[in-house]
C-alpha cells in the first residue's frame, strides 16, 4: 500500500533522499515495528484470536495510550503517555494512513528545521495535541492512540515553510483522478475537514479530530514564529488526498 501511493518530493532540482531526512524514516519504522511487535496487528500468535485478542488489545491500548479520565490523577506513567501513545496504532489502516503522510511530508519538514529540532517539534507538537484532547475530554474514558497529532503539526509547519508547493493529490470524489494544488489550497481545506468533523463526531470511539486541529494549530504557529519568510516554490507528486488517518480511540 505505502509503495501503490509513494511520493517523491523535489526541491531545488533534486530529490530528497533518505539521508537528508533520517528522523523522519526512524520514525516511521519505529512506528511500525512498535505495530508488527503488538497486539493490533494480529500476526503474533501468542496474542490469540477473537475474543481473547480483543482483551489483550485493549489492555495494551490502556497502557500505552492516553486515557483522558486518567491523565491528571498525577501518576508518572499516565504522564508519559501522550508520548508514547505517538508509537501506537490501532489497525493496519491506522498505521498505513498515518505514516504515508509522514513520509510524503516530513523529509522536507526535517530538512528544513534539522534533524534535532524536527524531533523535538514532532514529539513535543504531538504531546501537546493528546493533551489538548484531554483536557476537552477529561471524563472520557477511552483510550486514544496514533501519531496524527504529531502529523498534523507536521502538515501546518509545512503549509508554513512551503505554502507555494505543487501537492499532486488523488481526490476519490473526482474518481482518484491526479490534480495537483498548491499546499496553501489543500491543507486548509484538510484543516476545515477535520474542524467540521470534529463538530460532528460523537461520543465515543472514533477519530480525534480535535487532536488533529491542535496538531495543526501548533506547527503552523511555530513554524511562523521560528522561521522567516517562506520558501521558494517546491512541487511534491503523488501525495495523496488530504485526509490522514487519525487519532483511534479503540
Not at 503488538?38 to 491500548?61: C, D, H, I, K, M
Not at 483536557?135 to 477511552?142: F, I, W
Amino acid at each position: 500500500m505505502i509503495r501503490k501511493w509513494s511520493a517523491s518530493i523535489v526541491r531545488a532540482g533534486r530529490t530528497v533522499g533518505g539521508s537528508s531526512a533520517p528522523v523522519t524514516y526512524t520514525l516511521i519504522t519505529l512506528c511500525c515495528l512498535a505495530f508488527l511487535a503488538g497486539p493490533a496487528s494480529g500476526l503474533n500468535p501468542a496474542y490469540g484470536t477473537g475474543e481473547e485478542l480483543l482483551a489483550v488489545q485493549r489492555a495494551y491500548f490502556r497502557r500505552w495510550g492516553v486515557i483522558p479520565a486518567e491523565l491528571f490523577e498525577g501518576s508518572g506513567r499516565a504522564a508519559l503517555t501522550p508520548a508514547t501513545a505517538l508509537f501506537v496504532h490501532g489497525s493496519w489502516v491506522h498505521l498505513l494512513g498515518n505514516m504515508l503522510f509522514l513520509y510524503v511530508f516530513g523529509a522536507m519538514t526535517e530538512e528544513r528545521m534539522g534533524r534535532v529540532q524536527f524531533t523535538l517539534f514532532y514529539v513535543g507538537c504531538g504531546y501537546l495535541a493528546l493533551l489538548g484532547y484531554a483536557v476537552a475530554n477529561a471524563d472520557s474514558e477511552q483510550s486514544l492512540v496514533g501519531a496524527s497529532g504529531a502529523i498534523s503539526a507536521v502538515l501546518g509547519a509545512f503549509l508554513y515553510l512551503f505554502p507555494r508547493a505543487r501537492v499532486t493529490s488523488l481526490l476519490p470524489f473526482l474518481f482518484f483522478l491526479p490534480v495537483r494544488f498548491p499546499a496553501w489550497v489543500v491543507l486548509p481545506f484538510w484543516a476545515a475537514l477535520q474542524w467540521l468533523a470534529a463538530g460532528r463526531a460523537p461520543d465515543g470511539p472514533g477519530v480525534a479530530y480535535l487532536a488533529h486541529l491542535i496538531g495543526f494549530g501548533l506547527g503552523f504557529g511555530y513554524a511562523s514564529v521560528r522561521y522567516g519568510r517562506p520558501t521558494s516554490p517546491t512541487r511534491v507528486k503523488a501525495a495523496p488526498a488530504p485526509a490522514p488517518e487519525g487519532e483511534n480511540q479503540p
